[in-house]
């Protein structure tokens, strides 16, 4: 069964659906373009934890995360970890961007801040791509910047310490989530980055302490953003400087 179909869907008649540009990458396109993809977009619920995609099923559907909804894209090793890959929210899309769909997922795709995401087929976005120029330049390059993250991951995870780490994952979350309290326990911070939970609690309190974050229970609350920018890595910056390079007009924040 798909992800889509394990999930509840609503019509756009909704008296609070979100306005197509509560996504950055619909916002980025032309209205002629847009009217394109319009008929075709379905709000959907995502629920904490929902796994939209596993790794072999045919990727069907794309999500075009709305607001604050966030997802980590994860490859699981053979004993069962999930590691983070990539996170995408508001500012991407999840599920045929990089090939073209009617292709078994390599990795899984977990919600981790509960929100809606405007979903339609993938083969109705390869037919529309195929005749709509606009759309096929935005998906390519919104595929560059999720490649690059990809990448950029694997060095940090390779040569920056935890801390760091860390908080150059917060950063990336609180880009996506804006001043809501990012709604992840530290058990699932560990398992994403690799680390033990008691490592994960060690980088957590110091944060705290120092006034940079706020942790309760299953949120973590970003207090002063400046001081978190001063700990992390460079990977952030160089992941944020690509992004606004490939696509200068969909804001990442």
């Known amino acids: 069964m798909s992800a ?13 659906a ?7 990458l619909l916002a980025a396109l032309r209205p002629e373009a847009l ?19 596993d790794a072999g099923e045919d990727v069907e559907h794309t999500y075009l995360p709305c607001d604050t909804t966030l997802c980590s894209l994860l490859v699981v090793t053979a004993d069962g970890q999930e590691i983070e890959a990539a996170n995408v929210g508001r500012e991407g899309a999840i599920g045929g961007v990089v090939s073209a769909g009617f292709k078994p997922a390599y990795g899984r795709t977990v919600v981790r801040t509960a929100g809606r995401a405007f979903t339609l087929p993938v ?10 120029p606009a759309v096929a330049d935005l998906f390519s390059r919104y595929a560059d910047v999720l490649i690059a993250q990809m990448m950029q991951t694997v060095a940090c995870n390779a040569v920056h310490p935890i801390e760091q780490r860390v908080c150059r994952w917060l ?38 302490d120092a006034g940079v974050i706020h942790i309760g229970r299953g949120r973590i609350e970003i207090l ?17 400087g690509h992004f606004r390079k ?4 969909v804001d990442i924040d």
Request: glycine share 4%; proline share 6%.
């Open 18 to 24: 979100p306005p197509f540009s509560s996504n950055r």
């Open 224 to 240: 002063d953003r400046s001081a978190l920018e001063k700990r992390a890595c460079e990977c952030h910056d160089a992941i944020e």
């Open 4 to 16: 889509a179909a394990r999930l509840s869907h609503g019509g756009g008649a909704s008296d609070d």
């Open 35 to 53: 009217a394109e993809l319009s008929p075709y977009l379905m709000l959907v619920d995502l629920p904490q934890d929902a796994v939209l995609l």
């Open 246 to 249: 490939v696509l200068p007009k």
């Open 171 to 208: 950063l990336a979350a609180h880009d996506r989530a804006g001043d809501a309290p990012i709604r992840l326990t530290q058990e699932t911070l560990a398992h994403m980055l690799g680390v033990q939970r008691t490592t994960i609690s060690a980088v957590a309190r110091t944060l705290q």
């Open 123 to 132: 083969q109705r976005l390869e037919e529309i791509k195929a005749r709509v």
